[in-house]
């Protein structure tokens, strides 16, 4: 479609097969502006007829300056853009760097609000797959389903609505806690939520799992083993769908993970269909997180009372001096974490999401760096496409669940 | 462009010719495909059973930008990307339209740096902003009927 | 009403005019298309004859005819794209050493 | 901190003169820049960490000796354990060897970390720019690199402001 | 010269296009609504009562935008593409008897524009030409993409053609003509549906293939080549394919009305009652307009529901499945003609179909498993 | 003159010029999509001739099939500029006996057939297709089999030939690829 940056072919010839010199096969640019790149990916194909030779991935489109500009403001005003990162997964984002954060600092974070960070982590996971679904069908041109998870989606944004004000940028969650209690339709919204989707999720593979033509597009398509998947570095449902059960919610459980009862699917073909399987029944498992975090929701306080590094709540204010003292340094100067590096990671909806960061004593951050899941993910694209056709690279790039925003930053 | 440049001043005719065209032309606006980052998604939503784009006759999405009226600037658009937006917005058959969605396609947002162009109204024109971050799908439904409004205001001699 | 001899000749001319083309273009799909207007020409020829005779013998004749041509073009077309893998050009005049 | 992992730190420290220190529970290896390759290796084959998690730089501009830090995540999914390498660059003609041939997604995390900091990876088999456009100067994360930051024109400010912008807009 | 006869045809054709034009217009608001309503939407509903208005909308926009050439297309082919598009398609209609012959005028009417002998084979001839536009477009745009698309559109058009003219064999076996009207008229007693349903299937889905239709919407589809064969193509060029695709719906949705829905016959169980086209001719176009729509929400049902098949396996479906299956159907309906025993037909086929259904069962489940 | 003879030499001069536009048209789509006309206005002459099965089966087969083909190979292996290959010099002889061949067939139509015999579109017995199909299955019935069984050939021929190479197949083809 659009070629602004024409490459020479000088400048890739290391990239691609020496029949491309000859032109016997074709070069075909894929996007950036593409139905199906989910965003703004640019591939440069080299097809031979229909066939995939190469596919060399060009990101960068999306590229933000996230990191960059993150080390320009303190570390509390710094979480606002965490969200804008991987937008499927905001709430993630911030819980990545709120973990990173206490453990720079120290932190204890209540009971409560780690109750209600895995809720809202999960509903989030549930919120991404759903979307991931609906385009990913999509991509094969089953577009009824698109329509009908997003109608689902719109249930947990209104949740996440209530709790913080925003359907998709909440901020949410704060170092040592979060922002506030959730209100009292909080549980009945959730309890609703969780009565409705688990029949949803049956009727989407009502549609799909048995389907011919979705077998047919998807079985034995951009397959990957377990070993390979792992030395590139391969995450989340992606790598699961290939037998590795690594899954940060239980391998390193932070938050309170490790008291739910939950299984991590994995599927050892390592192909789109199992990667499909792998994702659908990580909703349930969600759903399973959900109820079990609902039901043992503990009451008490959602934030720490450090008040050195966390503001103290808006009440206080008025009564206490202390507070009002902690409230105006913490905005306006913002608090000094010790020296040191750190690096925090969680399970997003796509792998491992990380958060490396690094203080120089400062108000602010010396160094962010988010270790972002889908950057290595896509990083296998070229290895998943070779030999595949145009329409199956669609696929697999539906398959391994790309959000440009989470890749670019 | 075609059959107005010949009309001439007819008066009435003209007049309800204007109308019948605008009328059309709101009821008919077919956006491009043009999702950039976190406002795709919540396009993606208006477009979806609970917003519904389509009441207005838009979800036919074109992938292709010649046969497009709108484009809806949906996220940050970055310095490797201005070209492309540009290219695409020069590939669009006129008349067309751009609705800026979003702080970051409006003004940058909160990413005031290097990699982010302040405003995509530095690359193309922009009819109508919508706010918000990202905002929300009635949002941008509002910032849809805002310019039908704009464009059942157009005349004859406006139109280049 | 319009004189079979006019058919006939116009067949003539449409033969002469596709073994022409069989003679000066070099372009081994030309040919083959030449050959295909030939076949028509042929064609042509026996319809305008079965007017004559008033049987059914030509218009058969034209039935085989297409039969065969299609034959010709499924295997000539597969041997065209065959030598063009594996010498990249189809000018007949490159194809005259039966090394493949 | 795991004995295991300490019994794998004590190695590092003997194999390749490397410095340890340890911060909120995590432990950091310093290990010279020249022997990174080999720290992988040994990381890799030996110790069982199978996982590269990330690679990522940190600059300490205008500190010059040395000006950069290129950090290392490594990760054992068998052992459950986390390893972070440190190697650091002087600040001129910053280049590294590329653990591209031990961990295959060190491709574009290196290429990442060359964009944005302009580290030179030796041995890597595509060190293009990544994020960036490929005509773009400088390298953005280096901390002598300007954010680039842009101020809000107000009302009553707005001529001050344009008569200061580098450019003038179309 | 018989000038009454140039009138009448005249009339017909006139009418016809007209019929088709407006089939058209609002076939698009129908695909849209029970698209809409397939996926838990609304639909157009803005421009005019219940969206009504929606395809003047949209047409009158189309009219009133900037024609955009590409300066890279080849001319004049680029211009002439959408034509050589439209033509077959508004042309193949011709043939389709929308009622008995009526007296009117102190003469006979037909109701069909073409009343020619070789019903079946004109609309091979016409159907195989079809193609030409979408490729040519697909060619001129001098676009990668849009080249693709229009490889793929005449790969797949040759392969499913032969199922579909096996298709028009059987029923001419059936009906021992190749008359469009004599085929209605053989199908009074039953359906060609009943004596051959899968051949009907079979029809359908090659038709849905040749008119390109999702899940074999393969020279657009969207997702790989973001617009196919019309990606460079703006304005009332771009509206001109997107009619071709419509008017090629209707055509396609009448002509199977016609082949194995017995036309504008009523149902069999209501000959020589009230509703007996042979009572009352003019319930004659409302039934085939019936059929065509019923026939059109399936194909708008089949969009809705179905993932887009990958080339490569909807070219062998055409070769390895389709074409077998047809000419098995055609020996089995030869024989049953032959030994004048219908009812063996629809028995034998159904067997012979579900085979196949199990054959390509099988082949998915062994594939499942070896992966 | 009547409108049947105008129609014929319309026809006629389309056909001619298709068929000089094949020769000398340099990009083989042009060539290809000049014969496409020249066999419809073909078919056309059939029609008139009351052949009207052959007439139809001349488009479906020739036109709807054959250049399809045609235009698939070309667009396929990317030939639609073969350009400078005419060279003018050289056709000379080809023309001269192209010339002859023209020559001497117009001289032995005059000679062999009576100007009287005049063809029309009649409607007579010679357009019903079910009584040449009469005449297909029982006089010609042998060699009907025998273009069935080249048919069969051509096809498995086409298939073997268009196979790709061992060698030239996709050499990148990972474990997951599966055949066509």
């Known amino acids: 479609m659009t070629q602004i940056q024409e490459v020479s072919l000088d400048e890739i010839r290391h990239l691609v097969s020496e029949r491309a010199m000859t032109g016997e096969t074709m070069l075909l640019n894929m996007g950036p502006q593409h139905p199906s790149t989910h965003g703004v990916l640019r591939l440069l194909l080299e097809l031979d007829g229909e066939t995939v030779v190469n596919c060399i991935p060009d990101i960068g489109f999306l590229h933000t300056g996230i990191e960059k500009n993150m080390e320009s403001k303190t570390y509390q005003k710094a979480e606002v853009m965490t969200d804008r990162m991987d937008y499927m997964n905001t709430v993630g984002n911030n819980f990545t760097y709120c973990l990173a954060v206490e453990k720079l600092v120290g932190l204890d974070v209540p009971p409560r609000a780690q109750a209600i960070r895995v809720i809202l982590a999960e509903l989030t996971r549930i919120q991404s797959h759903l979307v991931w679904l609906g385009t990913a069908a999509l991509d094969v041109a089953a577009m009824s389903v698109f329509l009908y998870c997003f109608r689902e989606r719109e249930q947990i944004l209104d949740i996440m609505e209530l709790v913080s004000g925003q359907r998709m940028m909440t901020t949410y969650i704060r170092p040592g806690g979060v922002w506030r209690d959730v209100p009292v339709e909080f549980e009945a919204a959730v309890r609703d939520f969780l009565k409705i989707i688990p029949k949803r999720i049956d009727e989407y593979e009502a549609l799909l799992s048995k389907n011919p033509l979705f077998l047919d597009r998807c079985l034995g398509i951009g397959v990957i083993s377990g070993e390979e998947a792992i030395n590139r570095g391969l995450t989340g449902a992606t790598l699961r769908a290939s037998g590795p059960d690594y899954d940060l919610r239980k391998f390193a459980p932070y938050s309170g993970y490790e008291q739910y009862d939950f299984d991590v699917p994995t599927r050892t073909e390592g192909d789109v269909y199992a990667r499909y399987l792998v994702r659908m029944e990580e909703m349930r498992q969600s759903i399973r997180i959900i109820e079990q975090a609902m039901a043992k929701l503990p009451l008490g306080p959602v934030r720490s009372n450090n008040y050195k590094f966390v503001p103290p709540p808006r009440s206080e204010i008025g009564t206490s001096m202390e507070a009002l003292i902690h409230h105006f340094k913490l905005w306006t100067e913002g608090f000094n974490p010790p020296k040191g590096a750190v690096y925090a990671a969680t399970e997003s909806p796509r792998g491992e999401l990380g958060c490396f960061l690094e203080s120089d004593g400062g108000p602010k951050p010396y160094r962010v760096h988010f270790r972002t899941p889908s950057f290595d993910n896509l990083q296998v694209l070229p290895r998943l496409s070779q030999g595949h056709f145009v329409a199956d690279l669609v696929a697999i790039i539906g398959s391994i669940d790309i959000v440009l925003g989470d890749i670019d930053r | 462009m075609g059959v107005e440049q010949k009309l001439g001043n007819m008066g009435v005719v003209t007049v309800k010719l204007e109308e019948l065209v605008n009328w059309s032309r709101t009821n008919a606006m077919w956006p491009m495909l043009f999702g950039l980052a976190c406002c795709a998604i919540e396009m993606m939503s208006a477009q979806s059973a609970n917003h519904d784009m389509s009441r207005f006759g838009m979800e036919l999405m074109r992938a292709s930008p010649r046969q497009s009226d709108l484009m809806i600037v949906a996220g940050r658009v970055t310095r490797k990307m201005a070209p492309v937006l540009r290219r695409l917005y020069d590939q669009m058959p006129d008349p067309k339209w751009v609705i800026a969605m979003g702080d970051c396609a409006s003004c940058g947002g909160v990413f005031n740096n290097y990699a982010v162009v302040q405003g995509v109204d530095e690359v193309v024109p922009v009819d109508v902003y919508v706010a918000g971050c990202p905002p929300r799908p009635e949002a941008l439904i509002h910032g849809i009927v805002t310019l039908h409004e704009k464009v059942r205001g157009e005349k004859f001699k406006d139109w280049a | ?100 | 901190m795991s004995e295991v992992l300490q019994g794998y730190q004590q190695k590092l420290v003997k194999a390749f003169k490397a410095e340890t220190s340890e911060f909120a529970g995590e432990v950091t290896v310093l290990v010279p820049a020249e022997k990174i390759i080999e720290a992988a290796r040994m990381i890799r084959d030996e110790f069982g960490f199978d996982f590269l998690v990330c690679i990522t730089a940190v600059d300490y501009w205008p500190e010059e000796k040395p000006r950069f830090h290129v950090a290392y995540v490594f990760r054992s999914l068998s052992q459950g354990l986390t390893l972070q390498v440190r190697a650091p660059i002087p600040g001129i003609n910053p280049s590294l060897a590329s653990i591209e041939s031990v961990y295959q997604n060190a491709n574009w995390q290196e290429r990442e970390v060359y964009d944005m900091f302009g580290i030179q990876f030796e041995g890597h088999s595509d060190l293009r720019r990544i994020l960036m456009p490929a005509d773009w100067q400088g390298h953005p994360q280096r901390k002598d690199y300007p954010l680039g930051y842009e101020e809000p024109q107000y009302t009553f400010n707005f001529d001050d402001i344009a008569a200061r912008k580098p450019a003038p807009k179309e | 010269m018989d000038w009454w006869l140039v009138l009448e045809w005249l009339i017909k054709s006139v009418v016809l296009v007209l019929i088709l034009l407006t089939g058209f217009a609002y076939l698009t608001l129908f695909e849209r609504r029970v698209l809409a309503f397939m996926q838990v939407r609304i639909g157009p509903n803005r421009a005019g009562w219940q969206g009504l208005l929606q395809p003047i909308a949209d047409a009158v926009k189309l009219i009133f935008k900037e024609e955009l050439t590409p300066g890279s297309v080849i001319q004049p082919i680029f211009a002439l593409a959408p034509i050589i598009t439209v033509v077959p398609a508004v042309v193949i209609a011709a043939i389709v008897p929308w009622g008995p012959d009526v007296e009117m005028f102190g003469r006979t009417i037909k109701l069909s524009v073409a009343d020619i002998n070789l019903g079946t084979l004109y609309i091979a001839a016409v159907a195989s030409i079809a193609v030409y536009g979408i490729v040519l477009a697909g060619w001129s745009s001098n676009n990668k993409y849009a080249m693709m698309g229009g490889m793929r559109s005449s790969a797949q058009v040759i392969s499913y053609e032969l199922s579909l003219a096996l298709c028009f064999v059987l029923v001419t076996v059936l009906a021992g003509s190749m008359h469009a009207a004599e085929i209605v008229e053989a199908q009074r007693d039953v359906w060609f549906i009943f004596i051959q349903p899968v051949g009907g299937i079979i029809f359908l889905v090659a038709t849905l293939a040749e008119v390109n239709r999702a899940p074999f919407d393969m020279p657009e589809a969207e997702q790989e080549l973001t617009a196919g064969y019309h990606s460079e193509y703006a304005g009332m060029k771009f509206a001109l394919f997107f009619m071709a695709e419509y008017i090629k719906m209707i055509a396609i949705s009448a002509i199977a009305a016609m082949l194995f829905f017995g036309g504008y016959r009523e149902f069999p169980l209501l000959a020589n009652t009230w509703f007996s086209v042979d009572v009352n001719w003019w319930l004659g176009p409302i039934y085939m307009f019936a059929k065509v729509l019923v026939l059109l929400f399936f194909m708008v049902w089949i969009r809705a529901t179905l993932p887009r098949m990958r080339y490569d396996r909807l070219m062998s479906f055409g070769w390895k499945v389709m074409l077998p299956l047809a000419l098995a159907l055609v020996f089995v309906t030869a024989v049953g003609i032959l030994a004048d025993l219908l009812w063996i037909i629809p028995v034998l086929s159904l067997a012979i179909g579900f085979v196949f259904v199990m054959l390509i069962n099988r082949s998915l489940t062994m594939k499942a498993k070896r992966r | 003159m009547s409108l049947e003879l105008v129609l014929f030499f319309v026809l006629a001069a389309i056909a001619i010029a298709t068929a000089v536009g094949m020769l000398i048209s340099r990009s083989t789509v042009y060539a290809a999509l000049h014969l496409v006309v020249n066999f419809v206005s073909v078919a056309i002459f059939y029609l008139l001739l009351d052949a009207p099965f052959i007439a139809l089966s001349q488009v479906a087969v020739y036109a709807g099939a054959i250049m399809v083909l045609f235009l698939f190979v070309i667009m396929l292996l990317g030939l639609e500029n073969i350009a400078g290959e005419l060279e003018w010099k050289k056709l000379l002889w080809p023309l001269v006996m192209a010339g002859i061949l023209l020559v001497e067939g117009v001289f032995l139509v005059l000679q062999r057939i009576g100007q009287n015999v005049y063809v029309g579109t009649t409607g007579t017995a010679l357009s019903d297709p079910s009584l040449m199909a009469r005449v297909l299955f029982t006089d010609y019935m042998l060699p009907f089999q025998v273009t069935a069984v080249l048919l069969l050939v051509a096809m498995i021929g086409a298939i073997v030939l268009s196979k790709p190479e061992k060698k030239s197949a996709t050499p990148l083809k990972p474990d997951g690829a599966k055949e066509a």
């Open chain 3, 1 to 100: 009403m319009v004189p079979v001899s006019y058919y006939i000749i116009l067949s003539a001319i449409l033969f002469s005019l596709g073994a022409l083309g069989v003679l000066i273009r070099r372009n081994a799909l030309v040919v083959f298309m030449s050959i295909e207007l030939m076949l028509n020409a042929a064609n042509l020829a026996f319809v305008a004859f079965t007017r004559i005779h008033e049987t059914f013998s030509g218009q058969i004749f034209v039935f085989f005819v297409m039969a065969v041509a299609a034959a010709e073009v499924a295997v000539g077309l597969a041997l065209v794209v065959a030598i063009y893998r594996s010498r990249q050009s189809i000018d007949i005049d490159s194809m005259n050493s039966l090394k493949g």
